[in-house]
């Protein structure tokens, strides 16, 4: 059996923005563990925490970094999550591989933007939520106002747990308000009673029979005692905890209360999945947390590094894991074996033969593993869901910068893409280019950077043409006769067929309506080959032609002349012709796009958006910030991100997702037709 018992894990994610103190505290918690002989720090690139040479160089956290620490009899499995929203990635797959969410505000700054995405997150996946306001070791903060703006974006339910005794130089230490150990001191006593009274009403909002008992005053102590760590699971409390990484103050505390009172992946409930050998209607099914049940497991991140090689993080959700095992993946359906697996210490690794239930593992050199495979016994097998990210819309063309590197750019591409989600790199169809696509332009720029350190490829990048789309608006219908004699067997085909437009998204129909044997059927096939030519370089500017429906209604043949070639031509010239009647038109991409900017840099943006044809959406405020969501094309946010940084000083930052496409308006149509033009008699002088 596992060393560590199932009830005796708590798996938690330090999650926040940037700069808000996670990898500090993170530090902290390992050097009071006793698992650092010294302090790491971030400014003195010793971190444990970001301990690579793209951390130490740009001096933030770019990749997670996994720990476990050993306490009591209880095992806390801890991630430290990047804080940019550019590296939402990290952040997302950290959520998805455990039960606590340990959110980070700084007590000088306040609530920011990945402040509320991580929150929000952390619900939408069921986590208990705990907030640590960290720095309280800094001069001028205010521990109580902050609290109150808290309680303002995130609701009552947000309550102090562990209360400073003073701040600033002053930060001396944390009480309890739960469970006062001896009397607090005086100035402080009157705020962990009012708190302790808070935590109790959030309490007895667990179920309806303890919230009679609490307003009859039959409660009992123990009563509180027994679902203070329910009402966390089930959201109805949200601890917020005084702490600081930098004095190491209340980080002992932290530990203790997070074994305690956080939920252990056995309380947490049977993980749900589906039978991978039902292909069609999804067949659910569900695995208890034990270590005896059949095993179920998954790929949450995965790392190459520089002298191990590939590691792939695993979260173990029912069943163990044996180094040595034999483990099935039902997403690719195969099977792999594990030679060498690990408990995670930093860039460290602490090797195991056996992991259960609850517990995270990492799992070297196993090349066929990638981020949301589940790992499961073959003669039990069970599929997990896969892990949901944001599609990366913001993209750069790239191309290598000598013919040299082409080979190491697609090794290094292959490999990235690999171990970030929201980073892709593809040979875009409609443009031919191969594009790079992240969630912003810093997440480009830091995964750029990365390829030429890690893979040593430099590369050129350029503005990505806009992925437009071609389709038609009316029905029409053409004849077109192919006729070649070229003094021995010619060529004869006639192709009689009506277009008519599709709903968006409809892609594209074939239809045969030949009677009487006017065409043999054998060249139906010949006929739908030469549409597709169309389908694929389009008609107006070179984009792929959709959402249209071909019907070919009637043609003629030659009995020696007629051949597939003959109606391939016949039928692609007859397509062209038709699409061309039928009021051709571009679409253009529409982006959902979400910007976060100081609330005095709101006209700006919002005026920057409207001449560019955005169109507002909704508005919310996040404290000091607002949040707009509006409708924009593609074609006019190429350069959004500088000019959004050059608007707000460096404070905005947005994201950008497809919404859908529209017609692209006529005056800016033929800009596009007459710039595609200008391309194809430039290509053809080169010739």
């Known amino acids: 059996m596992p060393a560590v018992k199932t009830e005796s894990i708590r798996n938690a994610a330090l999650v926040g923005h940037a700069g808000s103190g996670k990898?500090?505290?993170?530090?902290?918690?390992?050097?009071?563990?006793?698992?650092?002989?010294?302090?790491?720090?971030?400014?003195?690139?010793?971190?444990?925490?970001?301990?690579?040479?793209?951390e130490k160089e740009d001096g933030h956290s770019i990749y997670s970094s996994l720990f476990h620490i050993d306490r009591g009899g209880a095992r806390i499995n801890l991630i430290d999550a990047p804080g940019y929203p550019d590296l939402l990635g990290e952040l997302l797959a950290s959520l998805a591989a455990v039960e606590t969410a340990l959110v980070t505000v700084s007590a000088p700054q306040g609530i920011a933007l990945v402040t509320r995405k991580a929150f929000?997150?952390?619900?939408?996946?069921?986590?208990?939520?705990?907030?640590?306001?960290?720095?309280?070791?800094?001069?001028?903060?205010?521990?109580?106002?902050?609290?109150?703006?808290?309680?303002?974006?995130?609701?009552?339910?947000?309550?102090?747990l562990l209360y400073p005794v003073g701040s600033g130089k002053g930060f001396a230490g944390v009480v309890?308000?739960?469970?006062?150990?001896?009397?607090?001191?005086?100035?402080?006593?009157?705020?962990?009673?009012?708190?302790?009274?808070?935590?109790?009403?959030?309490?007895?909002?667990?179920?309806?029979?303890?919230?009679?008992?609490?307003?009859?005053?039959?409660?009992?102590?123990?009563?509180?005692?027994?679902?203070?760590?329910?009402?966390?699971?089930?959201?109805?409390?949200?601890?917020?905890?005084?702490?600081?990484?930098?004095?190491q103050t209340g980080v002992e505390e932290l530990?203790?209360?997070?074994?305690k009172y956080a939920p252990s992946p056995a309380a947490a409930g049977k993980v749900k999945g589906t039978d991978p050998a039902k292909r069609g209607e999804p067949v659910p099914m569900e695995r208890d947390p034990d270590p005896a049940a059949p095993l179920a497991a998954r790929v949450f991140k995965l790392y190459r590094d520089p002298f191990v090689g590939r590691i792939s993080f695993v979260r173990i959700y029912s069943g163990a894991l044996h180094a040595a095992d034999s483990v099935f993946i039902p997403q690719t359906d195969e099977s792999v074996k594990i030679a060498n697996m690990s408990h995670p210490?930093?860039?460290?690794?602490?090797?195991?033969?056996?992991?259960?239930?609850?517990?995270?593992?990492?799992?070297?050199?196993?090349?066929?593993?990638?981020?949301?495979?589940?790992?499961?016994?073959?003669?039990?097998?069970?599929?997990?869901?896969?892990?949901?990210?944001?599609?990366?819309?913001?993209?750069?063309?790239?191309?290598?910068?000598?013919?040299?590197?082409?080979?190491?750019?697609?090794?290094?591409?292959?490999?990235?893409?690999?171990?970030?989600r929201t980073f892709v790199a593809e040979r875009d169809r409609q443009t031919k280019e191969l594009v790079a696509r992240g969630i912003s332009a810093l997440h480009l720029q830091t995964k750029l950077k990365a390829l030429k350190k890690r893979f040593e490829v430099d590369v050129l990048t350029r503005t990505p043409k806009v992925p437009y789309l071609e389709t038609i608006t009316k029905k029409a219908k053409n004849r077109?006769?192919?006729?070649?004699?070229?003094?021995?067997?010619?060529?004869?085909?006639?192709?009689?067929?009506?277009?008519?437009?599709?709903?968006?998204?409809?892609?594209?129909?074939?239809?045969?309506?030949?009677?009487?044997?006017?065409?043999?059927?054998?060249?139906?096939?010949?006929i739908e080959k030469g549409i597709r030519t169309i389908l694929d370089e389009g008609i107006l500017a070179g984009y792929p032609l959709v959402d249209v429906k071909a019907q070919v209604t009637d043609g003629k043949e030659h009995p020696v002349d007629s051949k597939d070639i003959a109606f391939q031509i016949a039928g692609r010239e007859c397509f062209r012709e038709a699409?061309?009647?039928?009021?051709?038109?571009?679409?253009?991409?529409?982006?959902?796009?979400?910007?976060?900017?100081?609330?005095?840099?709101?006209?700006?943006?919002s005026g920057y958006l409207s001449g560019r044809r955005g169109r507002p959406v909704g508005v919310d405020s996040l404290g000091e910030y607002q949040v707009i969501q509006a409708q924009i094309p593609?074609?006019?946010?190429?350069?959004?991100?500088?000019?959004?940084?050059?608007?707000?000083?460096?404070?905005?930052?947005?994201?950008?997702?497809?919404s859908h496409y529209e017609i692209l308006p006529s005056h800016l149509k033929q800009k596009v037709i007459d710039a595609h033009k200008k391309e194809k008699e430039e290509k053809a002088k080169a010739k």
Request: charged share 25%; proline share 4%; glycine share 10%.
């Open 579 to 605: 699409a061309l009647a039928a009021s051709a038109e571009l679409l253009e991409p529409i982006a959902n796009i979400e910007i976060t900017v100081p609330s005095a840099n709101m006209g700006d943006v």
């Open 345 to 420: 210490q930093g860039k460290d690794q602490a090797a195991t033969t056996e992991a259960g239930a609850g517990d995270i593992v990492a799992i070297a050199k196993v090349e066929g593993l990638r981020i949301g495979d589940t790992l499961t016994a073959k003669h039990a097998a069970i599929a997990l869901p896969d892990l949901d990210f944001p599609r990366p819309m913001v993209a750069y063309a790239i191309e290598p910068k000598t013919r040299a590197d082409e080979g190491r750019l697609s090794d290094g591409l292959h490999k990235m893409t690999d171990e970030d």
């Open 634 to 658: 593609m074609a006019e946010v190429s350069n959004f991100g500088p000019d959004l940084q050059s608007m707000t000083g460096g404070e905005g930052s947005y994201a950008l997702s497809l």
């Open 23 to 54: 990898t500090t505290l993170a530090d902290a918690i390992l050097y009071k563990c006793g698992l650092a002989t010294r302090l790491g720090s971030v400014a003195e690139k010793t971190s444990l925490s970001d301990y690579t040479d793209e």
């Open 120 to 160: 929000d997150r952390a619900g939408q996946l069921g986590l208990a939520r705990w907030i640590l306001i960290t720095k309280m070791d800094m001069e001028g903060v205010d521990f109580d106002a902050r609290v109150e703006g808290i309680r303002e974006v995130f609701g009552a339910r947000c309550v102090p």
């Open 255 to 259: 530990l203790d209360a997070i074994i």
């Open 480 to 526: 077109f006769r192919h006729k070649k004699q070229t003094g021995g067997a010619g060529q004869f085909a006639e192709v009689e067929l009506a277009v008519e437009p599709l709903p968006r998204g409809g892609g594209f129909e074939y239809e045969w309506k030949v009677f009487g044997g006017a065409i043999s059927h054998q060249f139906g096939p010949s």
């Open 176 to 247: 309890n308000t739960f469970e006062v150990a001896a009397a607090p001191p005086a100035n402080v006593a009157a705020k962990v009673a009012e708190y302790g009274t808070a935590l109790k009403e959030a309490i007895v909002e667990v179920d309806e029979s303890l919230m009679e008992k609490y307003l009859e005053g039959s409660i009992t102590d123990q009563e509180f005692r027994d679902n203070f760590s329910k009402a966390i699971a089930l959201g109805k409390l949200v601890p917020i905890v005084a702490v600081s990484g930098a004095s």
